[in-house]
């Protein structure tokens, strides 16, 4: 098997988010590109696609907004983007368009696909011109469920104790993944804890201090021990009031912040930081969870998304629906056809 990602996949990627020949031309360009270094002294393959993709999500907004899909959260649903239980596949099949980003979690506390089975989905997300992320489950290093609590400074210990190499092993793992697809030159918008201020999840119980140190020790092993060059970095918190600023690991350790927004009111409260953030240090920012209306409630219209959007989170590079229920989504509500195909939405052909 070729073992590297293909450069006519790249440039069709590349193509597809406008790219394309102005790409080719970079890299002649690229004065560390030669004909004995080709790939350039210091910028893999992986990390040229990296910043491309980077480069595309900060052009976002402003009118342009990318419609995200969470293709699978920590249930049953299967990786591969063609399997009915595959949110991609089900926003596919209702709408007949492709989200322009997914996102496929790695859910190490059920364990209920192969390693193998979510590389190869998160391939074929790029491979059908999605850009790819990836979430991170870490199960509880304590031994005890994900909602379960966790003494967090026994990973830091010295001197070997459970904890740290329940943790480790589980780091080991996920860097292994990232360097699978490294290796094929996939990049990934990367978020290793989600919602960083959740109390029921075992990372954010001891609040906002432990879940940055936590952060920053992922992003530092897998940057500067692993190597891995093809990373996007992602964090979110859920909607609560403060949360963003209160659990963000710094400038250094961020390429992407978001919120979830759950209900009809689809809120963003530290919209205004963030919009510094993306101003003053070049970050993303984005819905990173959206569910718009609760199971209760009645269908509701795709379009006040793009109307939320445009009216008070302009500078938003665009939105990741939910998975779980239709309800959270384009499949469950109104129009979520013609919401795809409009021409603010950033969405893909089948």
Not at 232 to 257: F, K, M, S
Request: glycine share 8%.
């Amino acid at each position: 098997m070729k073992t590297n990602f293909s450069r006519r996949q790249l440039l069709r990627f590349l193509a597809a988010a406008g790219f394309g020949p102005a790409f080719a031309r970079s890299r002649a360009q690229d004065p560390r590109v030669t004909a004995e270094n080709p790939a350039g002294a210091s910028v893999s393959r992986s990390a040229h696609a990296r910043d491309k993709v980077l480069a595309y999500l900060k052009a976002q907004g402003r009118g342009s907004f990318l419609f995200g899909q969470i293709a699978t959260w920590v249930h049953n649903e299967n990786p591969d983007i063609d399997h009915p239980s595959n949110w991609i596949q089900k926003v596919r099949n209702h709408t007949g368009k492709l989200p322009r980003y997914g996102c496929i979690t790695y859910d190490f506390d059920d364990n209920p696909f192969s390693d193998a089975a979510w590389n190869a989905g998160v391939k074929k997300l790029w491979d059908r011109g999605l850009i790819a992320g990836v979430y991170s489950f870490f199960a509880n290093p304590a031994g005890g469920r994900w909602n379960d609590a966790c003494e967090i400074e026994r990973i830091y210990a010295t001197g070997e104790n459970p904890v740290k190499s329940n943790f480790h092993q589980q780091l080991d793992r996920m860097a292994a993944n990232l360097q699978w697809l490294r290796d094929r030159g996939i990049p990934v918008v990367y978020t290793p804890f989600v919602e960083s201020d959740d109390r029921n999840k075992w990372h954010a119980k001891q609040g906002h201090d432990a879940i940055i140190r936590l952060y920053r020790l992922v992003h530092d092993y897998f940057q500067n021990t692993k190597k891995l060059d093809n990373i996007i970095w992602a964090y979110h918190t859920t909607q609560n009031t403060g949360a963003l600023e209160r659990c963000y690991p710094g400038d250094a350790y961020v390429d992407v912040l978001g919120k979830s927004a759950y209900g009809t009111g689809l809120p963003f409260d530290e919209y205004d930081w963030a919009v510094t953030k993306k101003q003053d240090c070049g970050k993303i920012i984005w819905w990173a969870e959206l569910g718009i209306r609760g199971k209760s409630d009645p269908p509701r219209d795709c379009f006040d998304v793009l109307k939320k959007l445009e009216s008070r989170f302009s500078e938003l590079a665009g939105f990741v629906f939910w998975s779980d229920e239709g309800f959270y989504n384009a499949v469950g509500n109104l129009n979520g056809r013609e919401f795809m195909a409009h021409p603010k939405i950033v969405a893909l052909n089948p």
